[in-house]
């Protein structure tokens, strides 16, 4: 093998994919891989009608509860005040609660914060407002390097925040799932609730992205 083979070698290795790639599937994750293979089989299902299924719930369904959350939030100042005190409890107002939801910390970005959430253990999120967690989120490169250099991973999401803002990054764990509160977009004065959680976007409230005016 020649020196440059092993320089390839040395830059390709990666000590948290490995890390990742090693964590046991749950109980809940053995069975419906196993009910998904058996169906799959029989020809009851079909794998890319179960794709979209998932697709849904990642971008639609849940996220769509949350986009109410914030919508809620910018147009009550005293929802927003309770939202950020106790996050469950006022998720919960809205009929949002459940499983991985159970403890709900809302974070809010201004003009001088922007927050962005991450698990750096595996894959912990807020499913009752965002559904479920999108394949980035899982992925070993997101939660290490979120962390250790998260602007340059926002720039990459196509996101720059400016120097004089402060960045933080919220480790979520099985106890705390965080949600962001975005940031209500100029040009939108007197837009209903639904109005404007049609505008909220599921990565808006992770914090990879912003949410844009309204284009008139
Ligand atoms: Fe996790």
């Not at 093998?1 to 994919?17: C, E, K, P, T, V």
């Not at 990054?169 to 209903?192: I, K, Q």
Request: glycine share 6%; charged share 25%.
């Amino acid at each position: 093998m020649s020196a440059g083979d092993d320089n390839h070698h040395n830059d390709d290795h990666d000590h948290d994919h490995q890390h990742a790639n090693s964590r046991p599937l749950s109980d809940p994750e053995l069975r419906v891989k196993a009910l998904e293979s058996v169906l799959v089989d029989k020809g009851l299902i079909d794998p890319a009608a179960m794709d979209a299924l998932i697709e849904n719930y990642e971008t639609r369904v849940g996220p769509h509860n949350g986009a109410q959350v914030v919508a809620h939030a910018w147009s009550d100042q005293q929802y927003r005040q309770r939202l950020l005190e106790d996050g469950t409890k006022a998720i919960a107002e809205l009929g949002f609660s459940g499983m991985e939801g159970e403890d709900m910390v809302v974070v809010e970005n201004s003009a001088t914060v922007h927050n962005v959430l991450v698990c750096t253990l595996c894959s912990c999120y807020p499913w009752p407002t965002l559904g479920l967690p999108p394949v980035w989120y899982k992925s070993a490169p997101y939660r290490s390097r979120v962390i250790s250099e998260p602007r340059k991973v926002l720039k990459e999401f196509g996101l720059k925040i400016g120097d004089d803002v402060e960045v933080r990054v919220w480790d979520s764990t099985a106890e705390l799932r965080y949600m962001v509160l975005p940031e209500r977009p100029p040009g939108t004065d007197g837009m209903s609730e639904e109005q404007l959680a049609a505008l909220v976007t599921r990565d808006a409230m992770i914090g990879v992205s912003l949410i844009p005016a309204p284009k008139i």
